[in-house]
Each structure stands twice: as structure tokens, then as C-alpha cells.
């Protein structure tokens, strides 16, 4: 019975030196998005995208209110057929200019996503070299931890990494 309970006992002081040798470090996927030139290049490529497509939104909707306001300034003037015809063609062009917008909208979330998957797919295998150089069992998400040591926080030095490996990220 005895030498059982010391084999066990072994057994559990051999398990925990393994588990003591397991190093956990924890990176901000965010601030390397926002921070690296790579990612900040994604940034500013999808803010101009996203600046035309309003600017190009906006006179749309200004071209429809002139239309507009044009058709309620000769509602007594025209009969009221041709007003009730101009009047289905506005709503016409202003359902097709929402269906339009609604599309470019739906079109430029999904380049957005694709593109950021991009990037994190080229920064995935510098965590791996990282990890492997530097004898790292686990690397976890900074969102999903509750409380990690600063120590244990590698984010600058993979942007270190990051913006010498990578030079230019062009959206597709």
C-alpha cells in the first residue's frame, strides 16, 4: 500500500514540474490591427473606400431631394396623371438608390472582414515562429483573459516583428 501511495505521490510532483515549465504569454490582436504599419495601412485604405462611397451616398440623396422638391413646387402646374407618374418614378429611383446603398454598405463589411483576416493570416505564422523561438506553449487572445501579469504581454514585440516582415498590405 505504501509504495503505491509513493508512486502516486511521484506521479503528481513529476505531473506538476511538467505544468510549471508551460509558458503562457497573451497578445492584443486589436492594438496590432490598429498600431502596425500593415494593419494601419488596412485602416486607412478601407477609411478612403468608405469616405467615397458616403461622399458619392450623399449626392445621391441631394440629387433625389432636388428632384424632389423640383416635383412638389409643380404639383399645380402639371396634371395630376404626369404628377402621379413622376411621382412613381421618384420612388422608383429612390428605392433603387436604398437597394444600391444597401449593397455597397454589405459589400464593404465583407471587404473589411476579408481584409483583417487577410492580415491575421500572414501575422499568424510570425506567432508561430515566435512561439517556437521562444519556447512558448500557449499564446491566448489579451480580450479573452480576466487578469495576466504585464510580463506576460508580447503585443510590441510581435508589431516589432510584424512591421519589419511586412512591408505593404494592399486591399483586394
Not at 510532483?13 to 506538476?16: G, L, T
Not at 451616398?57 to 431631394?65: I, R, T
Not at 404628377?83 to 413622376?86: G, I, M
Not at 519589419?164 to 494592399?170: L, R, Y
Given at each position: 500500500?505504501?509504495?503505491i501511495?509513493?508512486?502516486?505521490f511521484?506521479y503528481l510532483?513529476?505531473?506538476?514540474i511538467?505544468?510549471a515549465n ?5 497578445v492584443d ?9 500593415p494593419?494601419?495601412?488596412v485602416?486607412?485604405q478601407l477609411k478612403k ?7 458619392r ?9 432636388k ?7 409643380q404639383?399645380?402646374?402639371i396634371?395630376?396623371?404626369d404628377?402621379?407618374?413622376?411621382v412613381n418614378?421618384?420612388k ?7 437597394t444600391?446603398r444597401?449593397?455597397?454598405?454589405n459589400?464593404?463589411?465583407k471587404l473589411?472582414?476579408d481584409?483583417t483576416?487577410k492580415l491575421?493570416?500572414?501575422?499568424n505564422?510570425?506567432?508561430v515562429?515566435?512561439s517556437?523561438k521562444?519556447?512558448i506553449s500557449?499564446i491566448l487572445?489579451?480580450?479573452?483573459l480576466i487578469?495576466?501579469?504585464s510580463e506576460l504581454?508580447i503585443?510590441?514585440?510581435?508589431i516589432n516583428?510584424i512591421n ?7 486591399i483586394?
Open positions: 500500500m505504501k509504495i501511495l509513493i508512486i502516486i511521484s510532483i513529476q505531473f506538476n511538467v505544468n508551460t509558458k503562457i504569454v497573451f490582436l486589436d492594438k496590432i490591427i490598429s498600431t502596425s504599419i494593419g494601419l495601412s485602416i486607412n473606400i468608405n469616405s467615397t462611397n458616403t461622399l451616398f450623399n449626392n445621391d440623396a441631394q440629387k433625389l431631394k428632384k424632389e422638391t423640383k416635383l412638389i413646387s404639383k399645380n402646374i396634371s395630376e396623371t404628377f402621379q407618374s413622376q418614378k421618384l422608383l429611383e429612390v428605392k433603387n438608390y436604398n444600391n444597401n449593397k455597397i454598405i459589400d464593404f463589411k473589411r472582414i481584409n483576416n491575421l493570416e500572414l501575422i505564422p510570425i506567432l515562429n515566435y517556437n521562444n519556447s500557449v487572445r489579451k480580450k479573452d487578469i495576466g501579469k504581454d503585443t510590441d514585440e510581435i516583428i519589419s516582415d511586412i512591408n505593404e498590405f494592399k483586394q
